[in-house]
């Protein structure tokens, strides 16, 4: 088991910043990898971004070039830094950590972007 903590979410205008966090409970370096989720309403959950624990990155094709997304394995915290922030990335994001078969999940927080 793992508790997962997001923090970080508010509200940015259009071309803004803003830098979310997810703290871990335990270690984080025996995972799979981390991710990173969001879900605007009305939509299905999307995957954002993820590492690996050999810190490999993928992203989604609506974020490639904004988003980046990095571990810090001694403070078992993973980051997603959010650039050039459109209304379109409105949306819960969620933490994630893999370890199959079982995915845990945070509690999520808001990211509300103004045009």
């Known amino acids: 088991q793992v508790q997962l903590v997001e923090s970080g979410g508010g509200l940015v205008q259009a071309g803004g910043s803003l830098g979310l966090s997810c703290a871990a409970s335990?270690?984080?370096?025996?995972?799979?990898?981390m991710a990173w989720y969001r879900q605007a309403p009305g939509k299905q959950r999307e995957l954002v971004a993820i590492i690996t624990s050999g810190s490999s990155t993928n992203y989604a094709d609506s974020v490639k070039g904004r988003f980046t997304i990095s571990r810090d394995n001694a403070k078992n915290t993973v980051y997603l830094q959010m650039s050039s922030l459109k209304p379109e990335d409105t949306a819960v994001y969620y933490c994630?950590?893999?370890?199959?078969?079982?995915?845990?999940w945070g509690q999520g927080t808001q990211v509300t972007v103004s045009s």
């Open positions: 335990r270690s984080i370096i025996s995972f799979v990898a």
């Open positions: 994630n950590a893999k370890m199959p078969p079982r995915d845990f």
